[in-house]
C-alpha cells in the first residue's frame, strides 16, 4: 500500500514543486522550459520509486524462500 501510494503522490508532487520553485523560482526559467525539466524530475522519481519496489520484493521473496527452506 505504502508503495501505490508513494509511486502517484511523490512524482506528481515533485513534478510541480520543482516546476515552481526550483525552475521557475530559483532558475529564472520561462513556463514552457520550466515544464520539460519537471518532467524530467518526475520521471527520474517514477523509476526511483519502482527501483525501490522491486528490492524490496526481491528482499521479501528471498527472505521468504529461506524460511521455507529451514521448514
Known amino acids: 500500500m505504502f508503495f501505490t ?3 502517484v503522490t511523490l512524482p506528481i508532487g515533485l513534478y510541480f514543486a520543482s516546476k515552481v520553485f526550483v525552475f521557475e523560482g530559483t532558475f529564472g526559467m520561462s ?3 520550466s515544464y ?15 527501483a ?11 527472505r521468504q524462500w529461506r524460511e521455507g527452506k529451514q521448514d
Request: charged letters at 10%; zero cysteines; aromatic letters at 16%.
Open 5 to 7: 501510494v508513494l509511486m
Open 52 to 62: 525501490m519496489f522491486v528490492y524490496v520484493a526481491w528482499n521479501d521473496g528471498a
Open 36 to 50: 520539460f525539466y519537471a518532467a524530467i524530475v518526475a520521471v527520474v522519481a517514477v523509476h526511483v520509486v519502482l
Open 31 to 33: 513556463n514552457r522550459d
